[in-house]
């Protein structure tokens, strides 16, 4: 895997990348003491010797926006959790990560925890939570046994437990493993699945920040989220927020797969261009093949055509083109590859996750799924694309979470983008792109 | 005869309570701790998380169906998950998945007679960035070529050769 951090070095005086992915390729950091050595916890020592709301208001001036895909402002949801109540607080962290293209959570989790612990420190201090726990998706066998060795070291250190480095404040924290389903990435249903239920989503409100784990006050933040936050502490506010664009905050970590020469993890400043994170840091399409499509940020986000693909690469611009940036996992699929294909692997991914509890979302993504595989399959009638956009129009806003927009949205992209495509596969009866 | 935890897991259990502010919470660390040790979560070993955790055994069913790594039926020695999402996909993981299917005689939620395999397409597994990934019991085998395939199948081959200790693998041990 090609991993290289792209050096992210801008305006004098900006402190230089890499600031998320700064272990090499093979490299790892599992070694406390190695961390040490390389400045590590200095943004928690910071952090502890300042009022929680000020740390709270540091993140909120930094504009740090959630990396999970939602791209909410990390302080603001911190600002949420009410400082009357006598109850509990929790932070939690997502690292269930499971939209498909996404592999960016992974790079913390088995090749350096430490950052993202610090961040959990620094995260529970500002919102006054005693206790976290580490949602890691059950697949991630060898990375939950990385995270749990991590967090022994910290409690052997005096860096977690009772009277975190003497300043008075307690932390215990926990990895708690998933087991196997997408839903639980939506951050209701991951608290459902941490209380021992099925992973269906909550009606909100409540939102988590008031009614969440256990009843009490909880906030919920992605891996990458909560890695950014010793940045903001080490670097400032001023700073971080250079890092990216105005509104949005910091380096980020993208994920580019499908056919591409270099597949892999690239951190860059947020808002770098797609074209750029294509061509020049995953090397081109194999064989300098032309783009068909991109889907630009986990499967769930809109396809772009090759078109649409000259976009700065943040929450705001990916938006203004009728998509997302998501968890900005890209996936490249070049001419000569069947869309209809391509969709069949989406639309069959969210049938499989669909949680049951709505009806448009169990009855619509199962709908979804069983006319695109009769296109691929060249048993579509004609009428299927009006027929697929009818279903997902009446899939979006319907349901309690956005599983339901997310297997709805590549279904209405694709059927208007690639309609030719799936026009023919009615007409001729087959898939016109296979070779038998 | 009646399932128990071994020591080992037993002290892993013993371990999980305290984390939680109540036993309901401790349910889903549990039954991926008892579908590691039975190797699956037959009737038996969900009786026997609910006796554990004072739960109804209706709850701990609940629960426990609703995740695909809770595995409600045997697998085999090596479960061999193929990712068919779509990077995989575009990645050529077809093809591999019909070559393992090819080689090992079995289809997708099949067991080799011996009980040395078993094989599962399974939805994404995040290693996009270096697909197409299989996952075999705990470990992940990226930027899988049919070649690459023969040759892991030799070494878990000889694996169970040279000893007979190993148990089926599941999800994460917390």
């Given amino acids: 895997m090609s991993d290289d951090a792209v050096d992210s070095t801008r305006a004098s005086g900006q402190p230089s990348g890499p600031f998320l992915l700064r272990c090499g390729p093979g490299e790892a950091i599992l070694r406390l003491d190695d961390h040490l050595a390389r400045g590590g916890f200095e943004p928690v020592r910071k952090a502890l010797a300042m009022d929680p709301d000020a740390v709270t208001d540091e993140v909120k001036r930094a504009s740090l926006r959630g990396r999970g895909g939602a791209g909410f402002p990390a302080g603001v949801k911190w600002g949420f959790i009410p400082k009357d109540s006598p109850k509990p607080k929790y932070l939690v962290v997502n690292a269930d990560e499971g939209e498909p293209g996404t592999f960016k959570d992974r790079y913390f989790l088995e090749r350096d925890p430490f950052p993202l612990l610090e961040g959990v420190i620094i995260a529970s201090y500002a919102i006054r939570a005693n206790v976290s726990y580490i949602y890691i998706r059950g697949e991630f066998v060898r990375q939950i046994g990385i995270v749990e060795d991590a967090i022994r070291q910290l409690y052997d250190r005096g860096f977690l437990g009772r009277n975190v480095l003497g300043t008075g404040f307690s932390l215990d924290v926990y990895v708690h493993p998933g087991a196997g389903a997408y839903i639980c990435g939506e951050e209701s249903a991951l608290l459902e699945s941490i209380e021992g239920k099925p992973g269906r989503p909550r009606n909100r409100p409540p939102f988590p920040a008031q009614v969440g784990l256990f009843g009490c006050p909880t906030i919920i933040n992605n891996v990458e989220t909560i890695a950014c936050v010793p940045l903001v502490l080490r670097h400032g506010a001023d700073a971080f927020l250079k890092m990216g664009v105005p509104g949005d905050g910091g380096p980020k970590i993208y994920c580019v797969s499908g056919h591409v020469k270099r597949p892999g993890l690239y951190e860059a400043p947020m808002g770098t261009n797609l074209k750029t994170l294509i061509y020049e840091y995953a090397g081109g399409t194999l064989g300098d093949r032309p783009i068909l499509g991109v889907i630009p940020g986990g499967s769930s986000t809109p396809v772009l055509t090759a078109d649409e693909i000259d976009v700065a690469m943040d929450f705001n611009s990916v938006r203004a083109k009728g998509s997302m940036l998501g968890s900005a996992a890209t996936v490249v699929f070049t001419e000569g590859t069947c869309p209809v294909s391509v969709l069949v692997r989406i639309t069959r991914f969210y049938a499989h996750e669909s949680c049951g509890q709505c009806t448009p979302c169990r009855e619509g993504t199962g709908w979804l799924e069983r006319v695109v595989e009769s296109i691929e399959h060249g048993t579509g009638r004609p009428g299927d694309c009006d027929l697929l956009l009818s279903a997902a129009g009446q899939i979006l806003g319907n349901t309690i979470c956005a599983l339901g927009d997310a297997a709805a949205m590549p279904v209405q992209s694709f059927v208007t983008k690639f309609r030719a495509d799936f026009e023919r596969h009615i007409a001729e009866g087959r898939c016109p792109y296979s070779r038998a | ?174």
């Fill in chain 2, 1 to 174: 005869m009646a399932l128990r935890f071994c020591p080992d897991n037993e002290a892993r259990f013993q371990a999980l309570l305290p984390r939680y502010p109540n036993r309901r919470a401790a349910l889903i660390p549990t039954l991926v701790l008892a579908n590691r040790e039975f190797g699956y979560l037959s009737r038996e070993a969900m009786e026997y998380v609910a006796s554990r955790l004072g739960l109804p055994e209706s709850y701990v069913l609940n629960t426990a169906t609703f995740y695909t790594l809770l595995r409600k039926h045997p697998v085999g020695r090596f479960h061999i998950q193929v990712c068919v999402n779509v990077s995989c996909y575009l990645r050529g993981a077809d093809h591999l998945a019909d070559h393992l299917k090819r080689v090992l005689g079995i289809g997708f939620g099949e067991v080799t007679p011996d009980g040395l395999f078993s094989l599962e397409g399974v939805q994404c597994l995040a290693s996009c960035g270096t697909a197409p990934a299989i996952q075999v019991n705990d470990d992940y085998h990226e930027e899988m070529t049919p070649e690459k395939v023969d040759r892991l199948l030799d070494a878990l081959r000889r694996q169970a050769l040279g000893s007979g200790g190993d148990r089926p693998g599941t999800g994460g041990v917390p």
